[in-house]
């Protein structure tokens, strides 16, 4: 209930308030205590050069080549008729299984106000699918936009260290003001109105139809990222990825955060996508030596990846208990 | 607003004015965010209410001639049903047609839909019903209805024959010649016509043709025939009511000349558009209009 809790408090927008000292368990508050000024700037530099020997990114590279390969996999289904997987993201049939992308289903429902068996199917086989891969893992590990976003934003702190750009941050409640004028748009005006800007919709039918004009659209949203503020369509507007979220509040695919040895050094904040999920690395961040990453997190790895201490790791609720 | 909530019951002091600061400027620029993006996806109303999105839909589009709300509504914008047309009839919109856009049409002219899928194959693609399933056969569709718009440049109304590739060589389009490949359509350009009258609208005319199988096979003793009519009635009904017929008229000048009537059972599917052979068709699919609603 906690995590279904802080995992919505985030999701649209508001800060989880650090526990109270009473609200730690004594034993992340022995760990806690027991760390006060140990730690050296050298200790940690030192840790990190350890890490970065044996660091592939092997997040990372499993995430980009499943996002490519489920990506082509639409591309080359169509293009070679077999019929493996037809449609685009918003609306596909997978060896003839209807599935339909929650919040595209969700614009049309309430715009057209009715719903046919076929979209509830899809729906309730997309709900249950990401339900159980974990929500917004449909952001990181599917969504086209997210990859070329990735790209623009290691643009961005390439030119952010140079000075030559600067990082505009934006409050993160608006994202939630979006989902829900976007909602009310839909049902008011009956067109689906967040589709025609949706660089998620564009960029899958451009894969899979040919490219156009809308393209330019994306162009447009990926240098405001770039010049303007880090990662601005995923962090403050994209409804999608509020939907996923809600999705993964039941998911048992997470990211665990362990305190034990963790440095509180902020490696894993600095190239998370969502940083506010990790604030519980902060030292008294965290109720338990053991706490999982709410559902705004997108588990596309970063922060297991770069983790110098192996703080952070994936996990599977119910799974992991089985197999140890 | 968000900072009175972060504020745990461990940190009472108030917010630095560095911070206040900081949080005024977030919420500028959100607000400035909110405006620029719902201004900006809003945008995609004006061509709609330009009447600029009005096009050739697709088999079964959930609309009526002058109202589209209802199939933009409903579509997802998914493309299942452009990649199950055989013609490649199907195209989706792009941005310039706002609301419109990944909105499936069909442009006749190039590629019109001649029902060689048989079963409406992008009506049983369709997950939300925006192409409606209520639709069984092609004589049930209402995409259109056909008008002779240049009735001077018709070869028929001239007299004329035709003779050759009916759009050139180069032309893209395919047609299915159930006489030449049952399953698969062919390129235009690889069935060259001999007419002595031209009446290419009314030969490749998809109601027409199936109209002519279904009094063939109805008139047939042979036992093969029965079945295959069986079949008809049962899959792919015999449309009630003809589309488009060719009528001598008689304009005193002693040239036998034929007129290209378009019938109460048109559809609208434009292959009449589509296989005419004068720049440009001398027959066109009007979208104001369907057999539905010809008498108002």
Known sequence: MRYIKRSLVQLFGYKVPRPTKDQLSPAVREIYEGKVGKLSKADVEAVRHEHKGTFFNKWQKRRWATLIFVNLLFVASFYFDVQLVEGSLTGARVIGFHFADLNS??????????????????????????????????????????????????????????????????????????????????????????????????????????????????????????????????????PIGVTYGMVGLFSPVRVKYNAEACHHEGDCRKVCLVPHVLDLTIRGGAEDVNQDVAADCTRCGMCVDVCPTDSLTYEVKGLSKMLK | MSEKKSVGKRQKQPLTPKRKAQSRREFLRASALTVGVVGISLMGFIPVMQGKTLHLRPPGALKTPEDEQEFFASCIKCGQCVQVCPVEAIKLADL?????????????????????????????????????????????????????????????????????????????????????????????????????????????????????????????????????????????????????????????????????????????????????????????????????????
């Not at chain 2, 050759?164 to 350009?189: C, F, H, M, N």
């Open chain 1, 105 to 238: 289903a969700l614009q049309v429902a309430l715009a057209y106000k009715h719903i046919v068996l076929n979209l509830v199917i899809g729906m309730v086989t997309v709900f249950l699918m990401w339900m159980l891969l974990g929500g917004r893992t449909f952001c990181s590990w599917v969504c086209p936009y997210h990859l070329l976003s990735e790209w623009a934003e290691y643009l961005h702190l390439w030119l952010a260290k140079k000075k030559i750009v600067k990082n505009h941050t934006f409050s993160r409640k608006v994202r939630s003001v979006f989902y829900i004028i976007f909602a009310l748009l839909a049902l008011l005006t009956g067109y689906t109105v967040f589709e025609t800007i949706s660089p998620t919709g564009i960029l899958s039918r451009a894969l899979i139809y040919g490219p156009g004009i809308a393209l330019v659209w994306v162009g447009l949203l990926l240098l405001v990222e770039v010049f303007y503020s880090r990662r601005a369509w995923c962090r403050y507007v994209c």
């Open chain 2, 96 to 296: 310039p047609e706002g609301f419109g856009i990944g909105i499936p049409y069909i442009d006749a002219r190039e590629q019109a839909c001649d029902f060689s899928c048989d079963g409406l194959q992008c009506v049983l693609a369709c997950p939300t019903g925006a192409l409606t399933h209520e639709l069984d056969y092609p004589a049930d569709t209402r995409m259109g209805f056909a008008r002779l718009s240049r009735p001077k440049a018709c070869l028929a109304m001239q007299g004329k024959g035709f003779k050759g590739q009916a759009r050139g060589p180069d032309y893209k389009g395919l047609l299915r010649y159930e006489e030449v490949d049952r399953w698969t359509p062919i390129p235009v350009s690889e069935h060259p016509y001999d007419l002595e009258i031209c009446d290419l609208c009314v030969r490749q005319c998809p109601i027409e043709i199936r109209i002519t199988q279904c009094e063939t096979a109805a008139a047939s003793d042979d036992q093969e025939q029965q079945v295959a009519r069986v079949a008809q009635q049962v899959g792919n009904e015999c449309p009630p009511k003809h589309a488009i017929t060719l009528e001598p008229v008689d304009l005193g000048d002693g040239i036998d000349r034929m007129k290209p009537i378009v019938q109460e059972g048109c559809v609208g599917c434009g292959v009449c558009e589509m296989i005419c052979p004068v720049e440009s068709a001398a027959i066109v699919v009007d979208l104001d209009k369907n057999a539905d609603t010809l008498g108002g």
